[in-house]
């Protein structure tokens, strides 16, 4: 282990005003090391990223750098809340921890009574990615044999395709992206999203002349800073692949002394692949075979090309499939050999977390039901293969996430949410769409408010962040909450007698990475296994410690509580896998709703910054498609598919290829007119084989509003 102490940067010259180390917690791979400054009033001002961070590198993104703006926003719920007027009214009256807390637990316990503990249903996400904050609801879950939560709304494509071929998820250090001589940001909108990306791949740019190839579906901000941009249509990542590892067998650039030794099944990919000519993959990306040629052609004669590969890309039902195609790439080419070469798609995989104390594994029942997060809306209006064979879902219970505007199906979500027989509480920072269809809504702490342990999807580091300053009001941190309804609930588990640091403490011995004491004072450490490790130059993750290019769908091992989505009929080997919603004569256009640059998801939407950044929740059309549909700038576009439709303003955009719409979102559902959010038109369908939402696939009409 690696233990690196690094001092605070210069103190500033205001003598009231603390400059004290924290964490980013937000659901985003940079997990940025950050400077708060905390002033004498107990309020935080001006947040920096880390200089002495070696990935951070004093980077962080707008909206973070002016947390305080949403800290202490004048809406940020500070008391509990019980509701007066009908579900949905926004009628609510302050009540006192005491009787909120009361009537969760009785709410809960009343559901239990009536139709057995799997009629509970506590429903998480990422709204901070603090191990404790986050997961610790999963205590409370086990101890009570309450209905499981299969987490798949986010990674469960992406990591599924990722580990069918390299069997672990990890990959080369992404710093060494400064040491790379080809940069290819794969389905990714860093630049938006993960900000960090930009500045290792730039730097790379700049002391070695390397070149930045971006592949996306439309001109993002990313690909505005490209050398070589890649516009391809939505969901045939597949296809571009295929055709770059055709074009390294074919011109003799592939390296077959690394694939004897590292793949298996790779004389049946070369045959495989023989008819995945630049031509055949022209046709279904929508990229002239003349690029695809070049690229490719780079990508076999530089030796470190690097791979970073995004989440975007496999939002789409062949998602998985997508994924394991492109990691195939650096395989083909032997780049995985080279400082600056090989991929990293995620490092979560490197922790190796014990969790036995935050998620109360032990008491963990495999027999109890699992239900799906992103069927959230199936579930909750009953749809029988979503239950699982279950009762109905009577109570819910929230924290860190915002489902009535993020889960696909929204039509499905509200009418759940709008069940009279339906408990729901939420805790919850604001007034979110979720927590407006609650009947209870509790006040959270934010990350400077309490202590939390923090691992990075971008980047090797253990992080603490500790609590700055006391709360507003009377916000309480999720472990309090989570503790305080087990007491309640007569649920036992020694982590609920536990403060969150003694948690802490307890995880970093078990996974033998030190104390909380040692973690605090070094602020963050970094793990990064060493290189041959991390290249996969030790074997990759599998058993034969090969990389699979036939892989085994059903053994991905991700754990979900089956296979989903036609996985029985994943092709077997790197293709374009047709599954995803073709354009068609009633829905002509593939509508992409990509992240918003200001937002996180719904985070940051209540700050007015963000929302005046990113204005009215709109579509980017290509002028000839709008000229052809009759709409104009500013117009209002009714875009239905067929699961619903929602009104979004007109932005013509000519980065995006003919017939490919983009939203960039998650605008709160009530600021869209008629106040129906963009996931009213996504499909909860899960993505074979382990399931999660395909957000970028959908086939859509537009007529003028
Ligand atoms: N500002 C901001 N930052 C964020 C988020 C946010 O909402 N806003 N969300 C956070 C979260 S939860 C996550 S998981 C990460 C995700 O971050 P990313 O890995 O960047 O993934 P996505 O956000 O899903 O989409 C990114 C890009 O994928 C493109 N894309 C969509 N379909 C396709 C396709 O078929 N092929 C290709 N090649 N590209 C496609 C989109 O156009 C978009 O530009 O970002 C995190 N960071
Ligand atoms: N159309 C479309 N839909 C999408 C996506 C897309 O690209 N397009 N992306 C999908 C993806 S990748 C993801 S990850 C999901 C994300 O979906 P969510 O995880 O629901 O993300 P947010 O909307 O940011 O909601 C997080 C909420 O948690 C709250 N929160 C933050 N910290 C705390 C805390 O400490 N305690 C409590 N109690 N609450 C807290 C925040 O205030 C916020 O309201 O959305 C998915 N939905
Ligand atoms: S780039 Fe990501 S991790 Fe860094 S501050 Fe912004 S949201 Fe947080
Ligand atoms: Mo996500």
Not at 11 to 39: M, N
Request: proline share 7%; net charge neutral; hydrophobic share 40%.
């Amino acid at each position: 282990m690696n233990t690196h102490v690094a001092p605070l940067s210069p103190q500033l010259p205001r003598t009231d005003v603390k400059v004290r180390a924290s964490v980013c917690p937000h659901d985003c791979p940079s997990t940025c090391a950050l400077e708060v400054e905390v002033g004498a009033d107990g309020r935080i001002g001006r947040v920096r990223g880390a200089r002495d961070h070696s990935y951070t590198a004093g980077v962080i993104c707008a909206k973070v750098a002016r947390y305080a703006e949403r800290a202490h926003h004048p809406d940020r719920l500070t008391r509990p809340l019980v509701r007066t007027g009908p579900k949905g009214s926004g009628q609510f009256a302050p009540v006192s921890w005491d009787e909120a807390l009361d009537r969760v637990a009785d709410g809960l316990a009343d559901a239990e009574r009536r139709h057995g503990a799997e009629a509970v249903w506590p429903y998480y996400y990422a709204g901070t990615m603090g191990l404790v904050m986050r997961d610790g609801i999963n205590r409370l879950t086990h101890a009570k044999k309450y209905s499981r939560f299969f987490s798949s709304i986010c990674v469960n494509p992406a990591w599924s395709g990722y580990l069918a071929g390299a069997g672990r998820l990890s990959g080369a250090d992404p710093r060494e992206m400064a040491q790379s001589d080809l940069v290819t940001l794969w389905g990714t909108n860093a630049v938006s999203t993960q900000v960090n990306v930009m500045t290792h791949a730039v730097q790379a740019r700049k002391a070695r002349g390397a070149k930045i190839a971006v592949v996306d579906v439309y001109r993002t901000p990313t690909m505005e800073q490209a050398d070589i941009p890649l516009l391809i249509r939505p969901g045939t990542d597949g296809a571009l692949a295929c055709a770059v590892m055709h074009v390294l067998f074919r011109d003799d650039l592939a390296d077959r002394d690394y694939l004897a030794r590292f793949a298996r099944d790779a004389d049946e990919l070369e045959a495989h692949l023989s008819t995945r000519s630049p031509q055949w993959a022209a046709a279904i990306t929508g990229l002239p075979a003349e690029e695809i040629e070049a690229y490719a052609r780079l990508v076999g004669t530089v030796p470190r090309a690097y791979f970073r590969i995004g989440y975007g890309f496999t939002r789409s039902r062949n998602g998985a499939v997508a994924m394991h195609s492109v990691a195939s790439i650096p395989v083909v080419s032997g780049a995985w050999q080279h400082v600056g070469g090989g991929a990293a798609h995620s490092l979560s995989g490197i922790y190796g977390w014990h969790k036995r104390m935050i998620e109360g594994l032990d008491l963990r029942d495999p027999r109890t039901r699992a239900l799906d997060q992103s069927r959230i809306g199936p579930i909750l209006v009953g749809e029988e293969d979503a239950l699982a064979g279950g009762p109905p879902v009577h109570a819910l219970f929230i924290q860190n996430t915002n489902p009535v505007a993020v889960a696909p199906e929204q039509d499905k979500v509200r009418a759940g949410f709008a069940r009279e027989d339906l408990f729901v509480a939420v805790h919850e920072h604001f007034m979110t769409d979720t927590a407006r269809m609650a009947d209870v809504v509790l006040p959270a702490t934010m990350f400077t408010e309490h202590d939390d342990l923090y691992q990075a999807g971008g980047h090797p580091h253990i992080q603490f962040g500790p609590k700055l300053v006391e709360p507003p009001g009377e916000c309480r941190s999720n472990h309090d909450v989570v503790c305080a309804l087990a007491a309640r609930l007569g649920a036992a588990h020694p982590g609920f007698d536990m403060s969150a640091r003694e948690i802490i403490d307890w995880t970093l011995r078990e996974t033998r990475r030190g104390t909380l004491d040692e973690l605090e004072a070094a602020r963050f450490i970094d793990i990064a296994p060493p290189f041959e490790e991390a290249h996969f130059l030790t074997g990759f993750g599998h058993r034969d410690k090969r990389f699979h290019f036939a892989p085994d769908w059903s053994a991905t091992g991700l754990p979900a509580p089956g296979l989903f989505g036609p996985w029985q009929e994943m092709p077997a080997l790197p293709d374009h896998w047709a599954v995803i919603e073709e354009a068609n004569a009633d829905y002509p256009f593939r509508l992409v709703t990509a992240p918003a640059r200001s937002f996180l998801n719904t985070t940051f939407t209540e700050t007015a910054t963000s929302a005046e950044r990113e204005g009215p929740p709109a579509l980017m059309i290509h002028p000839d498609d709008a000229a052809g549909l009759g709409l104009a700038a500013g117009d209002g576009a009714r875009v239905e598919s067929a699961r619903g439709a929602v009104v979004l303003k007109v932005r013509l955009f000519d980065g995006l290829r003919r017939g490919v719409v983009v939203s960039e979102q998650i605008q709160p559902n009530r600021a869209h007119a008629g106040g129906r959010g963009i996931n009213t038109l996504t499909g909860a369908d899960p993505v074979a084989p382990v399931g999660g939402a395909a957000f970028h696939d959908n086939r859509v009409r537009i007529a003028k509003a």
